[in-house]
């Protein structure tokens, strides 16, 4: 079993920044790609950046320049900066990873999500 814990979210002004922090921790083997997705209310949930095992990383147009994912492989934890945020950063975000738990298995875990609230 792979377990997926989110930190870091809260309440924040406009032009503020934030820090998630996501820890992976159960029968892990190896983990590659790692991502962080959010869901505002009443819209679809949409990836917000993802970051390979190798370091190569992806974000959103929506926040390029403001946010930055990183990861450390070492203790199986994913980062996500968020900076300059804007009240249309609202919403719970989640991270998710792509385990391979034995040699033979691999599968798609999700964190239980926590909540970022940007005031304006």
């Known amino acids: 079993q792979v377990r997926l814990v989110e930190s870091g979210g809260g309440l924040v002004q406009a032009g503020g920044s934030l820090r998630l922090s996501c820890a992976a921790s159960?029968?892990?083997?190896?983990?590659?790609?790692m991502g962080w997705y959010r869901q505002a209310p009443g819209k679809q949930r949409e990836l917000v950046a993802s970051?390979?095992?190798?370091?190569?990383?992806n974000h959103a147009d929506s926040v390029k320049g403001r946010f930055s994912i990183s990861r450390d492989n070492a203790k199986n934890t994913v980062h996500l900066q968020m900076n300059s945020l804007k009240p249309e950063d609202t919403a719970v975000y989640s991270c998710?990873?792509?385990?391979?738990?034995?040699?033979?298995?691999?599968?798609?875990?999700w964190g239980q999500g926590t909540q970022v609230t940007v005031s304006s």
């Open positions: 970051i390979t095992s190798s370091g190569i990383t």
């Open positions: 998710n990873a792509e385990v391979r738990t034995t040699p033979w298995a691999s599968n798609t875990y």
């Open positions: 159960g029968r892990i083997m190896s983990i590659n790609r």
